[in-house]
């Protein structure tokens, strides 16, 4: 072949058409600060039912994150982004849970707080061999008691932690319980225990009672009462009123 058709990008093997390799973008603090409240606010919506589907749960924490106003002028995240940096952030910060958990439990005598950080980085850092990064993520989820039911990592031990499964979260946890509900549970009761509530019952009515004849008696009273008595005397008439 004539060299100039062999150097002719028409016969090139590798065309300027060819698609570029997409750049990962990496996640911010903010982004994940925004990730985290995404999910900790959806899996927490009384409207949505407990029973969605793992698909349509991460599509709203999508709508969630890309919706932030903090995050206006930057390229949105689609609900598999999401849904796996929240993954890497749920397992790691499950591992941390332990690890700070465990430095608490080994803190000596005249140790602070931040000896107490820097002792739970070097406990991860040793089982894990690698740093922890994540400890934004950590100060955001720590005190949230429906992110902790969900992340199995209670104890210190390596041998003793688990890794994270993927959740959607039971919303029905947040629901106080309706009428009908609270009364089929009363109906539910064992015996012993509706015999109690008829016996603590009875005892109300007793002292009812008891407090109706003391009032009764200071009212009576054709002397004049002493401090203490009219004391008495207008506590039991707003409590029997």
């Not at 397992?91 to 332990?98: A, H, I, P, T």
């Not at 005598?109 to 820097?118: F, L, R």
């Not at 850092?125 to 993520?137: G, P, Q, S």
Request: net charge neutral.
């Amino acid at each position: 072949m004539d060299p100039f058709y062999q150097n002719s990008p028409e016969f090139s093997s590798q065309t300027s058409e060819d698609p570029k390799p997409v750049e990962r973008r990496k996640w911010t603090t903010k982004q994940d600060t925004i990730l985290i409240s995404a999910w900790l606010n959806t899996s927490k919506d009384p409207i949505v039912s407990n029973e969605q589907k793992a698909g349509a749960f991460w599509k709203r924490i999508e709508e969630y994150y890309n919706s932030s106003p903090q995050l206006t002028g930057l390229p949105t995240r689609e609900a598999s982004q999401c849904k796996q940096r929240w993954g890497r952030l749920n397992e790691q910060v499950c591992k941390f849970v332990g690890c700070y958990e465990a430095a608490v439990k080994e803190q000596a005598s005249g140790q602070n707080d931040n000896d107490v950080m820097k002792a739970a980085h070097d406990i991860f850092e040793n089982d894990y061999h690698a740093k922890f990064c994540l400890e934004h993520a950590w100060r955001e989820l720590r005190f949230d008691q429906k992110w902790r039911s969900n992340c199995g990592n209670k104890d210190g031990a390596k041998d003793k932690r688990k890794e994270p499964a993927e959740v959607v979260p039971d919303l029905e946890e947040v629901r106080p319980p309706g009428v009908k509900a609270s009364k089929a549970a009363k109906r539910k009761k064992h015996g012993n225990e509706a015999a109690y509530d008829q016996l603590e019952s009875m005892l109300v009515v007793k002292e009812n009672i008891s407090k109706h004849r003391l009032l009764e008696r200071l009212l009576a009273h054709k002397e004049t009462l002493s401090e203490i008595e009219v004391s008495l005397m207008n506590k039991l008439i707003t409590e029997l009123l």
